[in-house]
């Protein structure tokens, strides 16, 4: 069967590798030159810069993603990665020395000795989450130790991050240090449910040193950088496609869906041909995409609600720095978030309603050569400063204001990078107009949806016969895993 697949971000280009292993002929349009949408690389001044993610997590040979990727025979080297977390008024760094994996829970319990027992507490309830998720629920055992161990949780599944954090810690500091995550997302704490929390601030993301296996097997996520950076994944899935017989076209817009009595046939591009096709997959904004090349008569009233109802991420205002000093003298972490603010709820609406906070809420500063040598020139490293950001201002637009904003970035940054400034060969920015740009979306969101509890995300069956929607807009969300995770899903629903 001929499936035409809109998008080679990574939703595209997994269905597509699917499909293409499976013998069927795949056709992958992109607007872009490359394939791999927000995995791309910017490069400048022989310098390259990672555009999307960074840190992730499945990525190893026993887990999700990395199993995937083998079973093609694409073998990536991966390394552990960790990061930092620095509050105005504290830091949680690693030690030099390794101090078991209960460092961070001793050295809170001594900056926050007032809420030890809440400490202890969300310990507990961390493990019972990881030992929920180790069990997954595969054979009819593994389902009822799960209800035994649900039952220690129980109690909280009703909560919010918010009412959970604000029940177990009276420091609003303390909070922070498992909520701030969250304006990643652009989730407000009182919106995301409690059980997210350990997922989303694994202890293994924070040390690198400590084990992801329990009594000899796998059972704690961590995060691994891709040796020579992300766009790899892109480009090893996107040749699996072309080894196996099928097509890649760059520099293409696809304009419409060809939908004849209800089913998907075909795609029309922008320069007027048409794609016959057994199945079309979309990807990117799910709003543009249904309403602009399927069109929302095709659909019925429960997949149009759903387009109405569920809430995409925000943008990100990302500075690129390519600099002739060494700036891990003094951040020995590839990785750290530096927060500036500890009321999230307040953050997260000024930047729904269009307020950029300027650096001032937080940023987050990464080596991206630290596992891409290759990035930068002899002697130069590349830095890279970035935050949240409103996908339109309130007042004024990105190109008039990028210069200044940048500006203010390197000057918060110097905090920590002393003489930063003084070291800059290049520059590159990224405004929610350049993303916009990149992803082909009239609404810049740079991770997908926000994790809104109970929300329903649009699903990948449509009501248009063999038409499937995948990336990180639809139903598994966001994040490289999410959107491989579904991406496969999406296919089996496709094929069986
Ligand atoms: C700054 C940033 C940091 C991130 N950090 C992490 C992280 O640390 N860990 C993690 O797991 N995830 C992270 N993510 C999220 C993750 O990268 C994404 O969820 C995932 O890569 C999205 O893949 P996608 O296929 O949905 O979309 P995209 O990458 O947006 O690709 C969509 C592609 O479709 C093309 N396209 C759309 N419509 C059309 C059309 N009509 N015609 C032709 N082409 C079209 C676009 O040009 C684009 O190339 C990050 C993302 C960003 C931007």
Redesign the pocket.
């Given at each position: 069967m001929k499936v035409v697949i809109?998008?080679?971000?990574?939703?595209?280009?997994t269905f597509g590798a699917c499909a293409a292993g499976d013998g069927h002929e795949v056709i992958l349009?992109?607007?872009?030159k490359e394939?791999?949408?927000?995995?791309?690389l910017a490069r400048q001044d022989g310098f390259s810069f990672e555009?999307?993610?960074?840190?992730?997590?499945d990525l190893g040979p026993e887990e999700s993603v990395g199993s995937f990727l083998e079973s093609l025979g694409i073998h990536l080297e991966t390394v552990r990665a960790d990061r930092g977390l620095v509050t105005p008024d504290f830091a949680l760094l690693p030690p030099e020395e390794y101090e078991g994996p209960a460092w961070r829970k001793k050295r809170l319990k001594a900056l926050f000795p007032q809420d030890a027992a809440g400490i202890d507490e969300y310990y507990r309830f961390y493990e019972a989450l990881m030992h929920l998720r180790f069990l997954g629920g595969q054979n009819f055992i593994n389902r009822l130790k799960m209800l035994f161990a649900f039952r220690k949780i129980k109690k909280y599944e009703n909560m919010s991050c918010r009412a959970f954090t604000e029940k177990l810690f009276s420091d609003e500091r303390l909070r922070l240090v498992f909520n701030g995550i969250l304006a990643d997302f652009c989730a407000d704490p009182d919106e995301v449910q409690c059980f997210t929390l350990p997922f989303v601030n694994p202890e293994t993301g924070f040390e690198k040193r400590i084990p992801a296996e329990k009594n000899g097997r796998l059972f704690y996520p961590s995060f691994r950088y891709v040796v020579g950076g992300?766009q790899k994944i892109a480009e090893a899935l996107c040749n699996y496609i072309l080894a196996h017989g099928g097509q890649f076209l760059p520099e293409?817009?696809?304009?419409k869906v060809l939908i004849e009595d209800g089913k998907a046939v075909g795609v029309r591009l922008s320069d007027g041909r048409e794609l016959s096709a057994d199945a079309v997959v979309?990807?990117?904004?799910a709003r543009?995409?249904f309403t602009d090349?399927v069109g929302l008569e095709h659909l019925d009233e429960t997949y149009r609600k759903i387009l109405n109802s569920f809430r995409p991420m925000e943008a990100?205002f990302?500075l690129h720095l390519g600099v002739d000093y060494d700036p891990s003298v003094y951040q020995k972490q590839s990785l750290c978030y530096y927060y500036g603010s500890y009321d999230l709820h307040g953050a997260v609406q000024r930047l729904r309603s269009g307020v950029y906070h300027e650096g001032k809420d937080g940023y987050l500063i990464y080596f991206p050569d630290r596992h891409a040598p290759d990035f930068a020139p002899e002697g130069c490293h590349c830095v890279t400063i970035?935050t949240v950001c409103p996908d339109r201002l309130k007042e004024g637009s990105w190109a008039e204001r990028k210069k200044v904003y940048a500006d203010q970035l390197i000057c918060l940054a110097e905090k920590y990078l002393p003489g930063l400034s003084e070291h800059i060969v290049t520059r590159k920015i990224m405004t929610a107009e350049d993303?916009r740009e990149?992803?082909?979306?009239k609404k810049s969101s740079?991770?997908?949806v926000v994790p809104v509890w109970k929300q329903q995300n649009p699903p990948h069956v449509t009501p248009v016969r063999n038409l499937f929607f995948?990336?990180?807009?639809s139903e598994n969300g966001?994040?490289?895993?999410?959107?491989i995770g579904g991406a496969r899903d999406a296919y089996r629903k496709w094929t069986t």
């Open positions: 809109i998008g080679a971000g990574l939703g595209g280009l349009i992109d607007k872009n394939p791999g949408g927000v995995l791309t555009q999307g993610p960074l840190a992730l997590t992300c293409t817009v696809a304009e979309g990807c990117g904004a543009d995409f090349l990100v990302m970035y993303y990149l992803t082909h979306m740079f991770g997908g995948v990336g990180q807009q966001g994040g490289v895993p999410a959107v």
